[in-house]
């Protein structure tokens, strides 16, 4: 039976792309699918951490989070070996600390998601970014699996959809699944919650289920795929 945990990271050079909301996001959903969830914050603002003790302070349950802010990480995971999916919340910036963090979270990864807001100041803010993950896909021969995840959206945009050519031209998939601006977003996280705790009928829990089905589905082919 393979034990080893599932890596996620979410990662993005560039800041206020909702990198923390899409990882407690994740890590929410899978808690309630009844998996063990370890989320690893790498950001010395610590956005989830303080989620955690605001969730902790509300009696909400919550997955593990904690803080590492090392570019050993991927060298330490091995201590977190009793959990089914281990999600890393990444520091932003380009300076040399965080590229050496960023690349070690990269090392570490199964999967990585790229969370990016529709405009082009954000796909040039990630340019960093995609050449890391490329870098390590080379040397690997095509790991870890690495998708774009549209967030922040608005329906039926020009610029969603120029935004979205682009990023299919960087050789990079994008994810089907897109989160949309909603205001009900950062409420929930701001009281130690997700989406996941919003009314069946909200979109943007919908949404949110279906992204946790299509990252499942990467993962089942992955390992169909290794079987094979």
């Given at each position: 039976m393979d034990t080893k945990p599932k890596i996620i990271t979410v990662t993005n050079q560039k800041g206020g792309c909702g990198k923390s909301t899409i990882s407690l996001t994740l890590a929410d959903g899978l808690l309630r699918k009844g998996h063990r969830v370890l989320v690893i914050d790498t950001d010395t603002q610590n956005s989830s951490v303080d989620w955690a003790?605001?969730?902790?302070?509300?009696?909400?349950?919550?997955?593990?989070?904690?803080?590492?802010?090392r570019p050993s990480i991927d060298a330490e995971l091995s201590q977190?070996?009793?959990y089914d999916y281990i999600v890393i919340d990444?520091?932003?910036?380009?300076?040399?600390?965080?590229?050496?963090?960023v690349a070690s979270i990269i090392k570490s990864a199964d999967l990585v998601l790229i969370p990016i807001i529709p405009a082009p100041v954000d796909i040039w803010g990630t340019i960093k970014t995609i050449e890391m993950v490329k870098q390590r896909r080379a040397h690997t021969g095509g790991s870890p699996e690495t998708y774009f995840l549209m967030n922040r959206t608005r329906p039926n945009t020009i610029l969603k959809s120029a935004v979205k050519d682009a990023l299919d031209g960087s050789g990079l998939p994008v994810l089907q699944t897109e989160i949309s601006q909603a205001e009900i977003i950062p409420k929930l996280i701001g009281e130690g919650k997700t989406i996941f705790s919003a009314p069946d009928s909200n979109k943007n829990k919908q949404r949110a289920i279906a992204l946790l089905d299509e990252i499942e589905e990467i993962f089942k082919y992955e390992r169909n795929n290794c079987i094979a």
């Open positions: 003790a605001t969730a902790t302070l509300h009696d909400c349950n919550r997955p593990d989070v904690i803080s590492i802010s977190y070996q009793d990444s520091i932003s910036g380009i300076q040399g600390f965080s590229i050496q963090l």
